[in-house]
Structures are given as structure tokens and as C-alpha cells.
């Protein structure tokens, strides 16, 4: 919401009109509104800035290139850049430099920042464009968000056996810093685990599992029961496995954590995934397919009929790349069906389903279903056994594409895992388009980014051509504040990507081996997972280390 200060300030320039600046006043108290001043047809925003530096006496500095340190960023916290328009760019021990567009805060702002952190408070003047980038570094704390989060999720009849009172509100303010701290750290997955002697939670990040806790064992019982409640689980029952849904506001933005409870010998372990569909990449060109590779994925998936399988273990990412092939194919004159266990995302325009064995709703059945419903294009969250294998194969053989996951190690290895379940190799001729293996490797964090050497023979050693091994530069992160002294931060995919070739197809008739069916497919123009990491290692994105971890079941 803008300040009437400020647009008294900018209606007296002449640069927008009051029933301009009306209109953008209406917002919330916690949107920057002043940055659509930056479409109007005669707003300058560095002339506007020039004449309130001359006029309030305040120096004036375009930021636009300005490099400031993440710590500086976040001395303060969000919710006071928001309210003052006052962004830290500079500290010392005792004094703050703040920058701001909005020279009538000023005033106000240095009393109370002055009180709130003891320091002297100094103010310059930027420009909007400068404010809206060093803005966008800006990270919303855990303090920020604890006390904004809102359940969304409906409370259950199981809340009658323990009241909202019966948990202590330090549980609860625990709890509430657990869910907002892994938002914050972009966890994937809460860990709640309870042992003989101690009570700890873990936070898996970048794929690895980190200690973030070690509450008392007193809190067991009542954690465990509040996430239970929140979940809507019978919290009476702890002789079983649940599962459960917690849905939540963190500030404005929504959150799904899928929890799983599991009885263990000192108590209830709990599991929650987060689900965050704001972070869900549907852009394909930018998931990490080489240009190559995508044009070969993209031919199988746009054919009007066929199987495009997409493999490789747990939490590699495949759900993503399904999510994102389905969005790309994604039309009004399509008719998409999922079956999904669970499903992770609600996609607009695409018909999902719960699997539910309990009830006999299982992946066959639903692909049953799907074909007595004019379907175009089928997604099943995974081929499991022969009978779903068969019916996706008859799916795909009828006019339908047919977009499903394996378990597997590599490309080649899926049509043996096909043939072993028991489908006949002609049927897996005519049905497969592309199969997609892939991995996750960390990112090195750019912040903390160096140059390693590696002697020429160790990347000789690692796949890398005698020619390239000279030339080629290694990073890897040293560890700082911004990744947590890991040296990483974030993940990227590396993929192999296989077409069913006329040659490859010979080959799978004849019965061939997983590896004389890499072969061909190397000598048809497939990069495998190990050529591919040892490309993100030569861009500089990952390390040597990730890429061989990671593509170690790849024998070149």
C-alpha cells in the first residue's frame, strides 16, 4: 500500500495523476504498489529521484550495479523493509546505511530502526529499479513467517479426543517455527524421529538429511500429537502407519506437506513432504535438458500415440518432468487423465486420481477406467507389475500416449525391466517412443564458488576426453553463510534421453542385452547420464564429485 506522503510527493512533480496513485493505493499493507509507477507513460523514476534528492537534501545513488552482501540483506527483516521502503546496503558496528525511493518515510524510520537495532541510522536516496533488484534479495525469515502462518486445512473430529488447549503454546510456536524454517530453507522433506534417549528433527535439503533440532523428550508426545491434529490423523491410534495432509498459509504463500506416521520402538517417527507448487518447474527448456536431448524427448511426447517412459530411483525427479510434459501438451482440445499415488500437485485441466488400494482403486483399475473415457493422453504414476504394463502397452498400441515411470538405473535397462515383467518384445517395439533416465545433482553455490585443480589423468579417469582433460576448469564451493557451509545450494538434473532408433529396435526383438543396447544407442547419438554430469562439471554448475556420485551405475 503507498504512503499518502508519498503521493502527495509525486503528485506535486506532475508525473502521475491522483486518480493514478488512488487506484494503487487500494492494495494490501504488504505489497509494493510504487513499482507499477514504472509502467506509467510519464513517470522518470531517475528524474523523480533527482528532484527529491534536491528537495529533502538527501544524496542520491542509482544502485542498479550495486553488489550487497546476503548478510547485509537480512540484518533486517522483511516485514521493516516493507513498512519503511528501507532496504540495509551497508553496516558497520555502528552505523546502518539504509536505501530508500521514498524520501517521507525517512523521518519516521530512523527513530524506530534507530531503537530497534541501537546503531546509528543513515538514509540515501535510489531510484525504484535499483530498490525492486536489491528488494528481490531479500529473504523472508523464519520470525517473519511464524506468526503468519494460517491453516488452511478444516480441523477434524479427531480434536475432540485432545483440545486445541491441551497443546502448550510453546509446542505449538514450536511446530509453527519447524514448518516455516523448512520453507525458509527449502527443505523437501521434515524428519520427526523419536529414540530411546533423545527426540531429534531432521531436514532433508539438496537431498541430504541435516540435524536442525534436538527438543526435549518432554515435547515428544505433544509435537507428535499436534502434527497428528494438524493432519487430520486419529491421534488415538499409534499402533499403525497414517497418513495425512496439512495444508497452510506461510505468509501468502500455500503449502502442502504430505505427512506419513510410522509406529517405531520408542514412539511414532513422522515424515512430512513438503509440497510447495510455487517452486513445481513446468518449463521444460529450463529443467536441465541439453537442446539435443529435449528435441529428441519432445518428438516422442508430441506423437499421437506411443509410451514415453521416464525413469530413474526415488526423488530424482520424475515427477517434475511428467508434470512438465503434461503441461506442455496441456490443451483445450486434449483430454489429459493421471492416475497418481498421491497426487502431488493439482494441475487446472488435467483429470487426476488418488490411487487407493484400500478400496481397490489401484493403478489397473484406473487405467481401465481411463480407456472407457475418450482419453488422449494417459499418465500413470508407475508400472509396477505386468498387469499395469500390459494394459499401457494396449493403451498405447490403441491411439493413446501413455506417459509412465520405472524404477531403473539408465535408459537401456528399462526395455529389460519391460521384457522381464513379461511383455512381449514386439509389443514393446511398437509401443516405445523415448525413455528418459535421470538424476539430481547438487548445484555448487555461486556465492562461494572457486576453482579447483584436478590433475588432467583424474578427469581422464572420471570420462572426460584426453583433449578436454587439459583445458577444462573444475569449481566446487568452499561453504558459506548463504548454503550453510555445504558448498552447495540448490539441485539440477542431469538426463539421458533414448529413442527407439529402427536399429534399436532390431535389437530388442533379437532379445539383445541392456548393454549391447546402450551401445547402439551411444553410436545413435544418446549422451548417458555420466557424459551428461561431466557437461554440468565443465559448465561450472556442479562438481566432480556430484557428477560421478551420481552417474556411478553408468559404465562407459
Not at 494490501?28 to 522518470?44: A, G, H, Q
Not at 530411483?313 to 496441456?330: E, H, M, Q
Request: charged residues 25%.
Amino acid at each position: 500500500m503507498i504512503r499518502k506522503e508519498f503521493i502527495d510527493i509525486v503528485t506535486n512533480t506532475g508525473m502521475a495523476t491522483l486518480k493514478e496513485l488512488r487506484r494503487l493505493s487500494m492494495g494490501k499493507e504488504d505489497e509494493i504498489n510504487e513499482f507499477e509507477l514504472l509502467s506509467m507513460p510519464y513517470f522518470d523514476e531517475n528524474k523523480f529521484a533527482k528532484i527529491c534528492s534536491e528537495r529533502f537534501s538527501i544524496t542520491f545513488i542509482d544502485l542498479r550495479n550495486a553488489k550487497v552482501p546476503a548478510d547485509t540483506l537480512g540484518t533486517m527483516k522483511k516485514r521493516l523493509v516493507i513498512k519503511f521502503r528501507a532496504i540495509p546496503i551497508q553496516k558497520t558496528s555502528t552505523k546502518i546505511t539504509m536505501a530508500t525511493f521514498d524520501p517521507s518515510v525517512i523521518a519516521e524510520a530512523t527513530k524506530e530502526l534507530t531503537d530497534v537495532y541501537k546503531k546509528q541510522i543513515e538514509f540515501i536516496l535510489t531510484n525504484i529499479s535499483s530498490w525492486r533488484k536489491l528488494y528481490a534479495g531479500v529473504k523472508e525469515s523464519v520470525d517473519d513467517l511464524i506468526n503468519n502462518i494460517t491453516e488452511v486445512t478444516a480441523n477434524s473430529a479427531n480434536e475432540d479426543s485432545v483440545k486445541a488447549e491441551d497443546i502448550p503454546d510453546d509446542v505449538v510456536t514450536f511446530v509453527n517455527r519447524l514448518l516455516a524454517e523448512a520453507y525458509v530453507k527449502k527443505a523437501s522433506d521434515i524428519h520427526v524421529e523419536p529414540y530411546e534417549r533423545v527426540f531429534r528433527v531432521r531436514f532433508r535439503i539438496d537431498g541430504n538429511l541435516v540435524e536442525v533440532a534436538q527438543p526435549p523428550k518432554s515435547m515428544m508426545a505433544p509435537v507428535l500429537s499436534r502434527l497428528k491434529i494438524m493432519s487430520q490423523m486419529d491421534i488415538s491410534e499409534k499402533r499403525k502407519p497414517q497418513d495425512g495432509r496439512i495444508k497452510l498459509l506461510i505468509g501468502s504463500h500455500p503449502i502442502d506437506y504430505r505427512v506419513s506416521s510410522l509406529p517405531t520402538l520408542f514412539g511414532e517417527k513422522i515424515v512430512l513432504r513438503l509440497l510447495d507448487s510455487t517452486n513445481l518447474q513446468l518449463d521444460m527448456t529450463k529443467l536441465g535438458f541439453e537442446p539435443k536431448q529435449l528435441e529428441v524427448f519432445k518428438e516422442g511426447i508430441y506423437r499421437p500415440y506411443g509410451m514415453c517412459l521416464v525413469t530413474g530411483p526415488t526423488g530424482s525427479g520424475k515427477t517434475t518432468t511428467l508434470y512438465s510434459a503434461i503441461a506442455d501438451l496441456n490443451k483445450p482440445d486434449t483430454n489429459i487423465s493421471t492416475a497418481e499415488d498421491p497426487v502431488e500437485f493439482n494441475l487446472e485441466g488435467i483429470n487426476q486420481v488418488n490411487v487407493r488400494k484400500e478400496v481397490g482403486l489401484t493403478f489397473a483399475t484406473c487405467l481401465k477406467a481411463f480407456l472407457r473415457q475418450d482419453p488422449d493422453i494417459i499418465m500413470v504414476g508407475e508400472i509396477r507389475d505386468l498387469e499395469v504394463g500390459e494394459i499401457a502397452v494396449e493403451a498405447a498400441l490403441t491411439g493413446h500416449l501413455v506417459l509412465s515411470t520405472l524404477h531403473t538405473n539408465d535408459a537401456p535397462a528399462t526395455v529389460t525391466r519391460l521384457l522381464n515383467m513379461g511383455i512381449e518384445p514386439f509389443l514393446v517395439v511398437a509401443a516405445l517412443n523415448v525413455i528418459v533416465a535421470q538424476r539430481l545433482c547438487r548445484k555448487i553455490c555461486m556465492n562461494c564458488r572457486e576453482e579447483r585443480k584436478v590433475l588432467p589423468d583424474e578427469l581422464i579417469l572420471c570420462g572426460f576426453a584426453p583433449a578436454s582433460a587439459e583445458k577444462i576448469k573444475v569449481y566446487h564451493g568452499k561453504g558459506c553463510e548463504m548454503c550453510n557451509n555445504t558448498g552447495y545450494k540448490g539441485r539440477l538434473a542431469i538426463y539421458e534421453v533414448l529413442s527407439v532408433t529402427p536399429k534399436i529396435r532390431e535389437l530388442i526383438l533379437r532379445n539383445a542385452s541392456g548393454d549391447d543396447i546402450k551401445k547402439q544407442a551411444i553410436r545413435d547419438g544418446m549422451k548417458t547420464l555420466r557424459m551428461c554430469a561431466l557437461t554440468k562439471v565443465a559448465q561450472g554448475l556442479t562438481t566432480l564429485e556430484e557428477a560421478v556420485t551420481n552417474s556411478a551405475s553408468d559404465q562407459l
